[in-house]
DNA sequence: TGTAGGGTAGACAAATCTGTCTACTAGACA
DNA sequence: TGTCTAGTAGACAGATTTGTCTACCCTACA
């Protein structure tokens, strides 16, 4: 099992080590938390050597920040993958992924909010890419206000990440039945009547 | 400094030991996390015995799990205190109770929020002892809905506590300037105009 | 006076953590 | 052929983790 004849089909990508620690690091740490899962256990079930580990990711905290930014890169494919359609459908569909990855086999919150709890320090590069990662979405939030035609995009971008979050912990800890029907009641109660359905 | 001559004030007490390991835990806990603490330190700075710890507490997380019933009973007397008012001025100064904690010196978001992200397996005593402090949150909320006239309280509840959770987490992460004036308009866009005032 | 309870101090075991370092292997390429 | 690169295997150090256990101290109380 040892990395003889190892995964061909990457020849030519990054490095296939790398992406293995990567691929392995973003299971176990969403799946089981940062802090509960130790280097040697990431190193075992990637088939990477230590030495190899520690030549991509110098210290444990750099694969955390890798981790994160990883998880934005798969969260923001996912939102742009909803494409162009008027600005409330738009919105409706951001939210629903939400009721799409909470109904996953390993479904286990929010990766971000998840993380940002093991790391005390707002300083922290973790904690940084962290909040890049929320300003991000905020800022594509308002942009689809915008084009909706909202009186006050600032405010509502603001009340709508409350919801965003706030809908990421009940789909994780409350589990409710009927999670879709809840999304559509919350967004549509703050977004307000629509003025052109 | 060891313990000669402990605080005579809790004579009577449950115990002045217990009591010690309590506090040191509940700061250090919801300070710095879970899993970043151990219990050597909580013993040195609660100034106790590791054998008295582990006569009161006998494992780290019967511990942990007296801490979030702790916190539970502490954000109980807080919403308590609130006493008797017309139900949506209630209800508010629930909400109120986010912005005061954000406040704090060494606030660090929801004590519970940030626990559970550090406990991964559900059916653990810590996550059931989170749940409960959830159920009985929501149940609150869903008393004043219905004192206030509310035609649907259920599905509000749960709209009012995915906006909780999502306060709480915006006060932590985003620190938004206007934080009072988030909370306000989130609660009242989800509770709609007021019949009475 | 004797005893029981609550507590202290700290050694110890066994596991686990991060991180370093040495020695070796296999393939690509000039 | 020789060299460079990427990688493996794994010992090792040093700190830290939870939890157990022994020996002792002090005070209240019968």
């Not at 190193?43 to 920040?65: H, N, Q, S």
């Not at 409350?174 to 549509?188: C, F, G, Q, S, Y």
Request: proline share 6%; aromatic share 6%; hydrophobic share 45%.
């Amino acid at each position: 099992m040892a990395g003889n004849a190892a995964d061909i089909t990457d020849i030519g990508r990054e490095s296939s080590a790398r992406n293995r620690v990567m691929d392995t690091a973003t299971k176990l740490f969403y799946a089981e938390g940062v802090h509960a899962v130790g280097i040697d256990r990431i190193i075992a079930e990637a088939g990477v050597a230590k030495a190899t580990f520690y030549k991509y990711f110098p210290a444990k905290d750099e694969l955390v920040r890798a981790y994160v930014q990883n998880q934005s890169r798969l969260g923001r494919a996912a939102i742009d993958g909803i494409g162009k359609r008027p600005a409330r459908d738009a919105i409706l569909a951001v939210f629903d992924l939400v009721a799409d990855a909470a109904a996953q086999p390993g479904y286990r919150g929010c990766p971000f909010l998840n993380a940002a709890a093991e790391y005390p320090d707002p300083g922290h590069p973790v904690r940084q890419a962290i909040g890049e990662h929320r300003r991000w979405k905020h800022e594509f939030l308002r942009g689809l206000l915008v084009a909706d035609g909202n009186p006050d995009p600032e405010t509502i971008a603001d009340i709508l990440t409350v919801a965003g979050d706030g809908l990421l912990i009940a789909s994780h800890l409350d589990k409710p039945a009927n999670l879709r029907h809840l999304i559509r009641e919350t967004v549509l109660q703050i977004l307000g009547p629509s003025a052109d359905k």
